[in-house]
């Protein structure tokens, strides 16, 4: 195991019963890494993470920290952090007192605890806001009290469970940049699990797109962006058009079709997104089943031949209304080349 390797599952599974929720599951995470599981509900993250945690007990397999095997050691002893979906978080406490009550509890001096929960606080700065209690603080700022709590007991690695799917849209954008800020900070190793692509893409080093209970890809966010391994990758960060080939052509319900453009050798289909639709011109034809205006595009599904197609077009352009026929394209240079469709 490399000396920069702060966690490593090899060959894990996890079961429930006889149901098995992850199969053999190999991973390295590096120190001071900021990892995102990613992927539907049911593909096993949420799973792996417990496993890590220490709150599920594999079936097989051996989970290591900085080299140490803790497959079987509890979860208080593993020195992992999590912090809830819920942030858990005690009412009756001040944020002090919740920031405190791990130190409290492993009965650190009270000059230590006092110490480290300030510089906790103001990690996230909440300094400020110690006295107050967790009703009279917004979500992103209990958020922060409960990673904090995580913090100042000084974990080596530190888990998050959908950290931000409970607050609204504005919150979220400013916890993804509080969190890139506090982990690059404190330099901790941290593994959040998410069903958000756009949360994965903004705050992760490397992301882990799971399916099924195993890695369907493992990558950089430009490298899932940009390369998706597999039609479910693609669709998953936002192809929405997703077309196998066979004998150089589009494989489509309505059988083989000509492709505008050289295919690469290999290729085992192709992928658009809305934004690479020609739409207004092409050998293809649908009829315009909807259109909504979305700022600077207008975003439009037509039914096709090839079967149901997503596409945007600047809104200064004429608008296509329900029902007109449209031309389009699904140019090659466009695309996305899939190396496995399944």
Request: proline letters at 6%; a neutral charge.
């Amino acid at each position: 195991m490399s000396d920069d390797t702060c966690l490593a599952l090899e060959r894990l599974t996890l079961a429930y019963g006889d149901t098995v929720a992850v199969d053999a599951l190999d991973l390295t995470v590096k120190r001071g890494e900021l990892i995102a599981l990613l992927g539907p509900s049911g593909c096993g993250k949420t799973t792996t993470m417990r496993a890590i945690a220490g709150l599920l007990d594999p079936r097989s397999g051996t989970i290591r920290l900085e080299g140490a095997d803790i497959t079987r050691r509890p979860a208080n002893k593993r020195e992992i952090g999590l912090v809830f979906q819920s942030y858990a978080l005690f009412p009756h406490l001040s944020v002090f007192e919740n920031v405190a009550f791990g130190l409290r509890l492993r009965r650190e001096p009270r000059a230590a605890v006092e110490a480290k929960v300030a510089e906790g606080l103001r990690t996230v700065g909440l300094d400020h806001l110690a006295a107050r209690k967790p009703a009279e603080l917004s979500g992103g700022q209990q958020q922060r009290v409960a990673l904090a709590r995580s913090l100042v007991m000084e974990p080596k690695l530190l888990l998050l469970d959908e950290p931000l799917s409970n607050l609204d849209a504005r919150l979220r954008l400013e916890m993804r940049a509080e969190l890139q800020r506090v982990q690059k900070a404190s330099g901790i190793t941290m593994i959040f699990v998410t069903h958000d692509q756009g949360e994965a893409l903004a705050l992760a080093d490397r992301i882990v797109v799971m399916r099924g209970g195993a890695i369907e890809q493992l990558g950089t966010p430009e490298e899932i962006w940009n390369r998706p391994a597999s039609g479910f990758v693609a669709e998953f960060v936002g192809f929405e058009t997703v077309l196998g080939l066979r004998d150089g052509k589009l494989d489509t319900p309505a059988g083989l079709m000509p492709v505008s453009g050289a295919v690469p050798a290999g290729a085992a289909g192709l992928a658009w997104r809305p934004g690479a639709v020609t739409l207004g011109a092409g050998p293809f034809e649908g009829e315009v089943l909807g259109v909504s205006f979305a700022g600077e595009t207008r975003e439009y599904l037509l039914d096709s031949p090839l079967g149901r197609i997503k596409a945007d077009a600047p809104a200064g352009l004429a608008m296509h209304g329900i029902g007109a026929k449209v031309a389009f394209d699904l140019p090659a240079a466009r695309a996305a080349v899939l190396p496995r469709l399944g």
